[in-house]
């Protein structure tokens, strides 16, 4: 800011622009250099021309920075963004969104003032109005958020503001802004409206009539969880007050965390959207599912103050909360149970978080006083991402960064036992998770082949999932199983049946090491990224792993190189794991002589010939139900602590016996 230096048409024009422009451009004023992307300036103070510049600047008789404490440019830009976006006279930035509430109370109020704050806020904001503005003589009353009535009754001569969260934090409360202001103004007091969980991308309470609103930058402004920050908008005269307070006591943003704020505006309205979206899909499912109490989010339908939403807010934000059964410890081991969600206090990130507000963010708070506030023991706070995930728990194809789930809503499953297995949209796979099912299991089944997995599952009924997963994957390896264990808390088994073989018998000479290369990522790598991922969660629960591992047979073609090195090594590979894993983790492998897959029926109506079983001289031709009997013995009490053995099975169900050395 300086009267020696115009910019002239290196700045934008932005009369007139759309939301999104301004999110960009608004506040950039470029300097001599030309720079096209907002500078940062990382300085503590200013030179001057002379000594009688110096005068002028410090008493404000000409514009200028002075000192960083309250003058920058960088913050300057940041607070003219802030301002366009919420179509305000002038921002004021702060050190973080507590500050900002200070700077407003501190400048605007006295002692012998009363202010009047919905119950309905931010634990901190009820700690400092009760631990330190009512020690300086600022009377404090608190009023329910949407009770118009108990707002017009409860205001005194001497009230000066009306402070409300709208969206509250955590429960997603709302008031009438637009009404609430009358109420205020009518009465000669001030309305400040806390837009923390909906930012001007979805809500600008000045235009509703609100007087001033304040931020915590460090939420949905930032967007990454990175820099602490507050803002404080509304007409000019008010702000001068609130720079006073800022130029005196110092609660300053610093210049570094003020561009992370103007990159975070300027993907504020696209990430919204996202976080809106995702957060209506989450809503919606914990609305239907067991165990869950109550669900609070303006954008269901059931929600008390739907339409209110619809008519204020362009989007229903991102925060859910809910209560679950069991109290405390029921809301503990729900949130324990998460896997990729974040278990941390703060919100508005890309990453999804989770808290438990009464013993967190509210737990400062005397027990009457969260009571009084409707923060209950049962209650989980969950701030949704803007990655796209999908429906949560559905047959919807939902995405989780590389892994698609397929999922009819989980059920606890006759005996409560979750199973894994590979490469089960077909054949040997298929038919063991089918068989797993009968005997009560729930079976998450994985295969690459995404449409005919799906498929598979629906069939199987609501005790079958579907990802599809590449096992050779780590990353996917590693956001499946977190997605099983998010979905169902536990993991007894795994099945290792994943598999490539060529149809056609490679000769060593064309044998292409790309190939080679794939089939041994996946049929030996897979099997050990898997086993190395699920063993917490199997030991857990004394579980077992089995892997369809042979040096016996190919799936079609018994001399395929690639294949046979790749289940051989899977074989000396259980042998390993066995020792590594026991003796908590059973670790076997199912050694299938040639398998013939067609239905039962189809063997039925045309047996295979004595010439058909001489083609396959490396094992008798058995069927997929003597694999599948032989895989669910092995997994079940019934086999006791067996482990590191290979269960060679053909035809007539010989079991051999190797013992790991």
């Not at 290369?517 to 030996?524: F, T």
């Amino acid at each position: 800011m300086s009267q020696d230096w115009d910019a002239g048409r290196l700045d934008s024009d932005l009369e007139g622009v759309a939301f999104d422009t301004l999110a960009v451009r608004a506040g950039q004023h470029r300097t001599p250099e030309g720079e096209h992307g907002d500078p940062m300036f990382f300085t503590s103070s200013y030179v001057f021309r002379t000594a009688a510049d110096a005068a002028a600047r410090f008493a404000g008789e000409v514009p200028g920075n002075v000192y960083s404490r309250y003058t920058n440019p960088t913050v300057r830009a940041f607070e003219e963004r802030i301002a366009a976006l919420e179509g305000a006279e002038q921002a004021v930035a702060t050190a973080t969104g507590m500050a900002a509430i200070l700077a407003v109370v501190m400048s605007l109020c006295s002692a012998g003032d009363h202010v009047l704050v919905s119950r309905s806020v931010f634990g901190s904001t009820i700690s400092l109005f009760e631990k330190y503005f009512k020690r300086f003589g600022v009377e404090v009353d608190y009023v329910p958020l949407a009770d118009l009535s108990g707002w017009d009754a409860a205001i005194k001569a001497n009230t000066k503001l009306l402070f409300v969260e709208s969206p509250s934090n955590p429960l997603a409360e709302l008031v009438d802004i637009a009404a609430l202001s009358q109420v205020a103004h009518a009465k000669g007091a001030m309305l400040v409206v806390d837009n923390c969980f909906c930012t001007p991308a979805l809500q600008q309470p000045l235009k509703l009539g609100a007087d001033i609103v304040v931020h915590s930058a460090t939420k949905f402004i930032d967007g990454q969880g990175r820099c602490l920050g507050g803002v404080v908008a509304g007409r000019s005269e008010q702000m001068k007050e609130v720079v006073g307070f800022l130029r005196t006591a110092g609660p300053t943003l610093s210049p570094f965390n003020a561009w992370i704020f103007l990159k975070g505006l300027e993907t504020l309205n696209l990430r919204m959207k996202a976080h809106c979206a995702n957060a209506q899909q989450l809503a919606e499912w914990l609305e239907q599912q067991d165990g869950i109490e109550a669900v609070h989010y303006a954008g269901l339908k059931s929600h008390p103050q739907h339409e209110l939403a619809q008519r204020q807010q362009k989007g229903f934000g991102a925060v859910v909360s809910f209560e679950v059964r069991g109290g405390k410890a029921g809301a503990w081991r729900f949130i324990d149970a998460t896997r990729l969600i974040s278990i941390t206090a703060n919100l508005g990130d890309s990453k999804t978080t989770i808290t438990h507000p009464s013993t967190t963010s509210h737990g400062r708070l005397a027990p009457q006083e969260r009571e009084a506030a409707g923060i209950r023991d049962s209650l989980i706070r969950i701030a949704v991402g803007p990655r796209r995930r999908g429906r949560p728990a559905s047959r919807s194809g939902a995405r989780v960064g590389g892994v698609v789930i397929e999922l009819s809503t989980p059920t606890s499953g006759a005996n409560g036992r979750v199973a894994l297995v590979t490469g089960a949209a077909r054949g040997i796979g298929l038919g063991i998770a089918a068989w797993l099912i009968t005997e009560g299991w729930q079976v998450v089944l994985t295969d690459l082949d995404r449409l005919r997995g799906s498929k598979v599952a629906k069939a199987l009924g609501e005790n079958a999932w579907f990802i599809t997963m590449d096992v050779a994957d780590e990353q996917q390896v590693t956001l499946g199983i977190a997605e099983v264990l998010g979905q169902f808390g536990r993991l007894d088994a795994l099945v290792c049946n994943a598999a490539v073989a060529d149809p056609h018998n490679i000769t060593l000479e064309s044998l292409d090491l790309a190939y080679w290369n794939r089939v041994l990522a996946v049929n030996l790598s897979g099997p050990m990224l898997l086993a190395k991922h699920c063993a917490p969660y199997l030991r857990a629960h004394g579980g077992a792993i089995v892997n369809l591992a042979s040096t016996r047979a190919g799936q079609s073609e018994p001399d395929t190189e690639a294949y046979a090195a790749s289940k051989g090594g899977l074989l000396a590979l259980t042998h390993a794991l066995a020792i590594s894993l026991g003796p908590e983790i059973r670790v076997n492998a199912v050694s299938p002589g040639w398998i013939d897959a067609r239905d039962p029926s189809a063997r039925r109506a045309e047996p295979l010939s004595e010439a058909d079983h001489a083609q396959h001289p490396a094992g008798r031709v058995g069927a997929v139900e003597d694999v599948a009997a032989m895989v669910a013995w092995l997994l079940s009490r019934n086999a006791g602590f067996v482990t590191g053995q290979e269960f060679v099975v053909d035809g007539g169900m010989t079991k051999k016996m190797v013992y790991a050395q």
